[in-house]
């Protein structure tokens, strides 16, 4: 059977825990059945709590020298830390742990209250 250029693409479900945002990254997302509480994020490792948004996420890990599937869970904010924080100034030159729920939720608390950032000019620090 040969691949044909008018053949849909597979589906790719991405499933997601807690109140979803009126953001294009939940458009056609699958809600969960419920939060994994407890679940390690797989950024902060902090446990997920009740009313927490975020993302399921497939991991491949090695056990044994051998491939073993298994499903993570993310805040989505400490998921958006990786890929926006750096614009918002919440990041590792700026002196930020990019590992830590707190700078994930500056970069949430910085999302809110700037529009459109400026690289050039930090909002100060809020105390955490």
Same mark, same amino acid.
């Given at each position: $059977?040969?691949?044909?250029? +008018?053949?849909? @693409?597979? %589906?790719?479900?991405? =499933?997601?825990?807690?109140?979803a945002? +009126?953001?294009?990254?939940?458009?056609? %997302?699958?809600?969960?059945?419920?939060?994994?509480?407890?679940?390690? &994020?797989?950024? &902060?490792?902090?446990?997920?709590?009740q009313? #927490?948004?975020?993302?399921?996420?497939? $991991?491949?890990t $090695?056990? +044994?020298?051998?491939?073993?599937?298994k499903? @993570? =869970?993310a805040?989505?904010?400490?998921?958006?830390?990786?890929?926006?924080?750096?614009?918002?100034?919440?990041?590792?030159?700026?002196?930020? #742990?990019?590992?830590?729920? %707190? @700078?994930?939720?500056?970069?949430?608390?910085r $999302?809110?209250?700037?529009?459109?950032? +400026?690289?050039?000019?930090?909002?100060?620090?809020?105390?955490?």
């Amino acid at each position: $059977m040969s691949a044909s250029s +008018d053949a849909p @693409a597979p %589906a790719l479900t991405v =499933y997601y825990f807690g109140p979803a945002y +009126d953001v294009p990254l939940f458009d056609g %997302a699958t809600p969960l059945p419920g939060t994994p509480v407890g679940q390690p &994020c797989l950024y &902060c490792t902090e446990a997920i709590q009740q009313g #927490d948004t975020g993302w399921e996420r497939p $991991m491949i890990t $090695m056990v +044994d020298g051998k491939a073993k599937g298994k499903l @993570a =869970y993310a805040h989505h904010e400490c998921e958006a830390l990786g890929t926006i924080g750096h614009i918002y100034g919440v990041c590792s030159c700026t002196g930020f #742990d990019t590992t830590s729920r %707190a @700078a994930a939720l500056e970069l949430a608390y910085r $999302m809110r209250v700037k529009e459109r950032p +400026d690289p050039w000019v930090q909002p100060p620090r809020r105390e955490l």
